[in-house]
C-alpha cells in the first residue's frame, strides 16, 4: 500500500511559494509568506476531518449543525524550521494541541538525531499533523513519524511546503499508510541533499541566522 500525496496546486500557494524561493526575498518577507502558505495548506489538510450535528439556536431559529468531532487536533512542529508552518496553521486551528520534535541531520550520514520531544496527552483520541516545510531525504519526516505512532495517534499526516522524490520515496518505504501534503514536488536533491531548485535551507531563511551557500 502506497501513501496518498496530495499537491495542493492552488494559484495563490504558488504564487506565494514563488515569492519564497525568490534569493533577494527578505528573511521577514520569508516568514509572512511560510505562515499565509501554511494556513491555506490547513484547509486542505483538515478537508477531511469528521464533524457531527449539533442543536444550535440562531437568532431567528433553531437548527442541527455541524461542529468538529472529538478532541482537539495536534499539530507538530519539526524545530526549527516546522515552527514557520505551525505558526500560521494555529491562526487557522487555534484551539490545536502543540507538540515539538527536535531532530538535528548530521551532514555526512544525512542521518537525524533527536534531541527534543514532547507531546501532548491521549494522542490515541486526537488527529495529528507533522509539519516540515521540506521534504528532502524523508529521513526527518520518517524518524519523527516512528516516534510520535509510539503514542498510538488516531490519524497521523504529514504536511510539507516543497518534497523531492528521493525523499517521497524514502518515506513510502517506512510508512506507506501515512498520507503526504504538500506544495509543490521539486525535482530533486543535490550532493548535499538539499531540494533542487528549492528555496536553500527554510530555517536558515526564516531566522536569517546565516548566508547559505544555496541562496548565493
Known sequence: MQSSITVVDHPLIQHKLTLMRMKQTSTASFRALLSEI???LAYEVTR???LTLHEIETPLASMQAPLLDGKKIVLVGVLRAGLGLLDGMLHILP???VGHIGLSRDETT???SEYYFKLPGDLHER??????P???TGNTAVAA???IQLQGPRSLKVVSLLAAPEGIANFHRHHP?????TAVIDERLDERAYIVPGLGDAGDRMFGTRASDSLD
Open 38 to 40: 501554511s494556513m491555506l
Open 48 to 50: 477531511d476531518l469528521p
Open 95 to 97: 484551539s490545536a494541541r
Open 110 to 112: 544525512l542521518d537525524p
Open 127 to 132: 488527529d495529528v499533523l507533522l509539519v516540515d
Open 134 to 136: 521540506m521534504l528532502a
Open 145 to 147: 513519524i516512528d516516534r
Open 177 to 181: 499508510q501515512v498520507p503526504i501534503v
